[in-house]
Nanobody
Framework: QVQLVESGGGWVQPGGSLRLSCTAS????????VGWYRQAPGKERELVAR???????TYADSVKDRFAISRDNAKNTLYLQMSSLKPEDTAVYYC????????WGQGTQVTVSS
């Protein structure tokens, strides 16, 4: 059974930081391109950042220079270090893994407000 389990979400004030983690099981994690998406209320799900098997990263323009994606294949874990958070970063953040199939986590809420 494939599972992607996110953790690390929560409430933070503007300008603060959070680190999200996503631990995978049931898949060959190192074979998958993995990434983070987010969905705010009333909006479509959007790509935040992704990292390929070889380590190539892609970021949404809105998070460049503030967020950093990384992966630890030995731990089957994907990370998203988020800094200088803004209220518009508030959303449910989802972990995604793609190889032959497309897998999603259940999401973790990130709320940025004062």
């Amino acid at each position: 059974q494939v599972q992607l389990v996110e953790s690390g979400g929560g409430w933070v004030q503007p300008g603060g930081s959070l680190r999200l983690s996503c631990t995978a099981s049931g898949i060959l994690f190192n074979m998958h391109a993995v990434g983070w998406y987010r969905q705010a209320p009333g909006k479509e799900r959007e790509l935040v950042a992704r990292i390929t098997r070889s380590g190539t990263t892609t970021y949404a323009d809105s998070v460049k220079d503030r967020f950093a994606i990384s992966r630890d294949n030995a731990k089957n874990t994907l990370y998203l270090q988020m800094s200088s958070l803004k209220p518009e970063d508030t959303a449910v953040y989802y972990c995604n893994a793609v190889f032959t199939y497309n897998y999603w986590g259940q999401g973790t809420q990130v709320t940025v407000s004062s």
